[in-house]
Protein backbone atom coordinates (compact mmCIF):
# COMPACT_ATOMS: atom_id res chain seq x y z
CA UNK A 1 0.00 0.00 0.00
CA UNK A 2 0.80 3.52 -1.04
CA UNK A 3 1.92 5.39 2.12
CA UNK A 4 1.55 9.58 2.64
CA UNK A 5 3.73 11.13 -0.68
CA UNK A 6 5.18 14.40 0.00
CA UNK A 7 7.12 16.44 -2.66
CA UNK A 8 10.13 17.54 -3.22
CA UNK A 9 11.97 15.37 -0.65
CA UNK A 10 15.00 18.71 -1.07
CA UNK A 11 14.16 22.06 -1.50
CA UNK A 12 16.49 24.61 -1.63
CA UNK A 13 15.64 28.66 -2.20
CA UNK A 14 16.62 31.84 -1.72
CA UNK A 15 14.77 34.07 0.86
CA UNK A 16 11.88 35.87 -1.00
CA UNK A 17 11.03 33.17 -2.76
CA UNK A 18 7.46 31.46 -2.90
CA UNK A 19 7.43 27.83 -1.67
CA UNK A 20 5.16 25.15 -2.36
CA UNK A 21 4.99 21.63 -0.43
CA UNK A 22 2.59 18.96 -1.84
CA UNK A 23 1.40 15.86 0.28
CA UNK A 24 -0.70 13.05 -1.19
CA UNK A 25 -2.07 10.91 1.84
CA UNK A 26 -3.23 7.47 2.15
CA UNK A 27 -6.36 6.72 0.08
CA UNK A 28 -9.65 6.74 2.50
CA UNK A 29 -7.92 8.61 5.22
CA UNK A 30 -10.05 11.73 5.85
CA UNK A 31 -7.68 13.88 8.51
CA UNK A 32 -4.85 15.46 7.43
CA UNK A 33 -2.20 17.49 9.59
CA UNK A 34 1.07 19.61 8.56
CA UNK A 35 4.17 19.65 10.95
CA UNK A 36 7.07 21.15 11.06
CA UNK A 37 10.23 20.00 12.78
CA UNK A 38 13.10 21.23 13.84
CA UNK A 39 16.13 21.17 16.09
CA UNK A 40 14.89 23.79 18.49
CA UNK A 41 11.60 23.46 18.56
CA UNK A 42 10.51 19.48 17.98
CA UNK A 43 7.86 18.39 16.03
CA UNK A 44 5.03 21.34 15.85
CA UNK A 45 1.49 20.61 14.14
CA UNK A 46 0.97 23.47 11.49
CA UNK A 47 -2.45 22.80 10.71
CA UNK A 48 -5.40 20.05 10.44
CA UNK A 49 -8.12 19.11 7.56
CA UNK A 50 -11.08 17.06 8.23
CA UNK A 51 -12.82 16.48 5.55
CA UNK A 52 -10.82 18.43 3.35
CA UNK A 53 -11.95 21.36 5.89
CA UNK A 54 -9.19 23.46 7.88
CA UNK A 55 -10.08 22.41 11.20
CA UNK A 56 -7.21 24.52 13.39
CA UNK A 57 -4.73 26.80 11.89
CA UNK A 58 -3.26 27.83 15.63
CA UNK A 59 -0.14 26.22 14.88
CA UNK A 60 0.54 28.32 11.41
CA UNK A 61 3.90 30.42 12.40
CA UNK A 62 2.43 33.71 10.98
CA UNK A 63 0.56 35.14 7.60
CA UNK A 64 3.41 34.21 5.04
CA UNK A 65 2.41 30.31 5.70
CA UNK A 66 -1.46 28.89 3.86
CA UNK A 67 -2.73 25.99 3.38
CA UNK A 68 -5.45 24.07 1.34
CA UNK A 69 -6.69 21.10 0.80
CA UNK A 70 -8.70 21.42 -2.74
CA UNK A 71 -9.64 17.44 -2.73
CA UNK A 72 -9.36 14.38 -0.84
CA UNK A 73 -6.32 13.10 -2.01
CA UNK A 74 -3.81 16.35 -2.34
CA UNK A 75 -2.78 19.40 -0.03
CA UNK A 76 -0.22 22.03 -0.06
CA UNK A 77 1.51 23.77 2.26
CA UNK A 78 3.05 27.37 0.69
CA UNK A 79 5.55 29.73 2.28
CA UNK A 80 5.27 33.48 0.37
CA UNK A 81 7.10 35.10 0.86
CA UNK A 82 10.56 32.73 2.52
CA UNK A 83 12.59 33.49 5.31
CA UNK A 84 15.87 31.46 6.23
CA UNK A 85 14.29 30.98 9.53
CA UNK A 86 11.79 28.66 7.85
CA UNK A 87 14.02 26.03 6.96
CA UNK A 88 12.85 22.71 8.64
CA UNK A 89 11.74 19.77 7.99
CA UNK A 90 7.91 19.53 7.26
CA UNK A 91 5.92 16.86 7.04
CA UNK A 92 2.66 15.81 6.46
CA UNK A 93 0.36 12.99 8.25
CA UNK A 94 -2.74 11.58 7.21
CA UNK A 95 -5.21 9.51 9.49
CA UNK A 96 -8.99 7.90 9.54
CA UNK A 97 -10.91 10.55 11.28
CA UNK A 98 -11.66 10.32 15.21
CA UNK A 99 -9.05 11.02 17.88
CA UNK A 100 -8.16 7.56 18.45
CA UNK A 101 -6.92 6.86 14.88
CA UNK A 102 -3.00 6.86 14.48
CA UNK A 103 -1.75 9.33 12.20
CA UNK A 104 0.53 7.90 9.50
CA UNK A 105 3.49 10.49 8.12
CA UNK A 106 5.35 10.79 5.12
CA UNK A 107 9.28 11.16 4.65
CA UNK A 108 9.07 15.05 4.69
CA UNK A 109 10.28 18.16 2.47
CA UNK A 110 13.55 19.11 4.05
CA UNK A 111 13.55 22.96 3.00
CA UNK A 112 16.39 25.33 3.48
CA UNK A 113 15.96 29.07 2.61
CA UNK A 114 19.26 30.96 2.23
CA UNK B 1 -2.77 23.78 26.91
CA UNK B 2 -1.30 20.06 27.05
CA UNK B 3 2.36 20.13 27.37
CA UNK B 4 4.29 16.77 26.94
CA UNK B 5 7.63 15.93 28.98
CA UNK B 6 10.71 13.36 27.78
CA UNK B 7 13.14 11.70 29.25
CA UNK B 8 16.24 11.08 28.96
CA UNK B 9 17.27 12.70 25.82
CA UNK B 10 19.95 10.29 24.67
CA UNK B 11 19.85 6.84 25.84
CA UNK B 12 22.94 4.22 25.27
CA UNK B 13 22.42 0.94 25.78
CA UNK B 14 23.84 -2.35 25.13
CA UNK B 15 22.67 -5.09 22.60
CA UNK B 16 20.15 -7.53 24.27
CA UNK B 17 19.55 -4.88 27.03
CA UNK B 18 16.36 -3.07 27.91
CA UNK B 19 15.77 0.29 27.46
CA UNK B 20 12.52 2.74 28.69
CA UNK B 21 11.66 5.42 28.04
CA UNK B 22 9.35 8.36 30.00
CA UNK B 23 6.59 10.74 29.19
CA UNK B 24 4.55 12.91 31.80
CA UNK B 25 1.70 15.04 30.40
CA UNK B 26 -0.52 17.72 32.07
CA UNK B 27 -3.87 17.68 30.41
CA UNK B 28 -5.37 15.02 32.46
CA UNK B 29 -8.10 14.53 30.19
CA UNK B 30 -5.66 13.18 27.78
CA UNK B 31 -6.91 9.94 26.80
CA UNK B 32 -5.12 8.64 23.80
CA UNK B 33 -0.78 7.83 23.73
CA UNK B 34 0.74 6.69 20.74
CA UNK B 35 5.24 6.30 20.04
CA UNK B 36 6.85 6.91 17.43
CA UNK B 37 9.79 5.86 15.86
CA UNK B 38 11.73 7.95 13.56
CA UNK B 39 14.93 6.72 11.85
CA UNK B 40 17.33 9.17 9.28
CA UNK B 41 15.76 10.52 6.39
CA UNK B 42 12.21 9.07 7.43
CA UNK B 43 9.31 10.55 8.65
CA UNK B 44 7.82 9.17 12.32
CA UNK B 45 6.42 5.61 12.14
CA UNK B 46 3.51 4.63 14.78
CA UNK B 47 5.32 1.98 17.11
CA UNK B 48 2.64 1.31 19.52
CA UNK B 49 -0.56 3.07 21.23
CA UNK B 50 -2.50 2.62 23.99
CA UNK B 51 -5.92 4.54 25.14
CA UNK B 52 -6.99 5.84 28.55
CA UNK B 53 -9.13 2.58 29.39
CA UNK B 54 -6.28 0.10 29.66
CA UNK B 55 -2.76 0.43 31.69
CA UNK B 56 -0.18 -1.86 29.59
CA UNK B 57 -0.44 -3.22 26.06
CA UNK B 58 2.79 -5.28 24.52
CA UNK B 59 3.57 -6.41 20.85
CA UNK B 60 6.06 -8.42 21.05
CA UNK B 61 9.66 -6.62 22.40
CA UNK B 62 8.13 -3.38 22.87
CA UNK B 63 5.33 -2.89 25.78
CA UNK B 64 3.68 0.75 26.77
CA UNK B 65 2.88 1.46 30.43
CA UNK B 66 0.62 4.10 31.72
CA UNK B 67 -0.65 5.99 34.80
CA UNK B 68 -3.42 8.48 34.51
CA UNK B 69 -3.15 8.79 38.13
CA UNK B 70 0.44 10.25 37.53
CA UNK B 71 -0.29 11.47 34.46
CA UNK B 72 2.76 9.64 32.93
CA UNK B 73 3.76 6.62 30.38
CA UNK B 74 6.58 4.73 29.04
CA UNK B 75 7.88 2.97 26.43
CA UNK B 76 9.88 -0.49 27.52
CA UNK B 77 11.88 -2.20 24.79
CA UNK B 78 13.58 -5.57 25.80
CA UNK B 79 16.58 -7.60 24.08
CA UNK B 80 17.19 -4.53 22.37
CA UNK B 81 18.87 -4.57 18.58
CA UNK B 82 21.14 -2.02 16.72
CA UNK B 83 18.54 -1.81 14.35
CA UNK B 84 16.38 -0.27 17.39
CA UNK B 85 18.87 2.53 17.09
CA UNK B 86 16.67 5.46 16.46
CA UNK B 87 14.66 8.66 18.02
CA UNK B 88 11.48 7.99 19.33
CA UNK B 89 9.18 10.40 20.41
CA UNK B 90 5.95 9.88 22.21
CA UNK B 91 2.68 12.12 22.01
CA UNK B 92 -0.57 12.76 23.92
CA UNK B 93 -4.03 13.98 22.46
CA UNK B 94 -7.70 14.14 24.26
CA UNK B 95 -10.18 12.87 22.09
CA UNK B 96 -9.05 15.33 19.33
CA UNK B 97 -6.76 15.20 16.50
CA UNK B 98 -4.31 17.53 17.51
CA UNK B 99 -1.11 15.29 18.65
CA UNK B 100 1.06 17.22 21.46
CA UNK B 101 4.82 15.30 21.28
CA UNK B 102 7.65 14.68 23.33
CA UNK B 103 10.94 16.25 22.37
CA UNK B 104 12.22 12.95 21.45
CA UNK B 105 14.96 10.23 22.99
CA UNK B 106 17.88 9.39 20.89
CA UNK B 107 18.29 5.71 21.59
CA UNK B 108 21.71 4.15 20.52
CA UNK B 109 21.96 0.40 20.88
CA UNK B 110 25.83 -0.96 21.05
CA UNK B 111 26.48 -4.10 19.50
Known amino acids: DAGVIQSPRHEVTEMGQEVTLRCKPI?????LFWYRQTMMRGLELLIYFNNNVPIDDSGMPEDRFSAKMPNASFSTLKIQPSEPRDSAVYFC????????????FGDGTRLSIL | GENVEQHPSTLSVQEGDSAVIKCTYSDSASNYFPWYKQELGKGPQLIID?????GEKKDQRIAVTLNKTAKHFSLHITETQPEDSAVYFCAASKNTDKLIFGTGTRLQVFP
Open chain 1, 93 to 104: ASSLQSGWQPQH
Open chain 2, 50 to 54: IRSNV
Open chain 1, 27 to 31: SGHNS
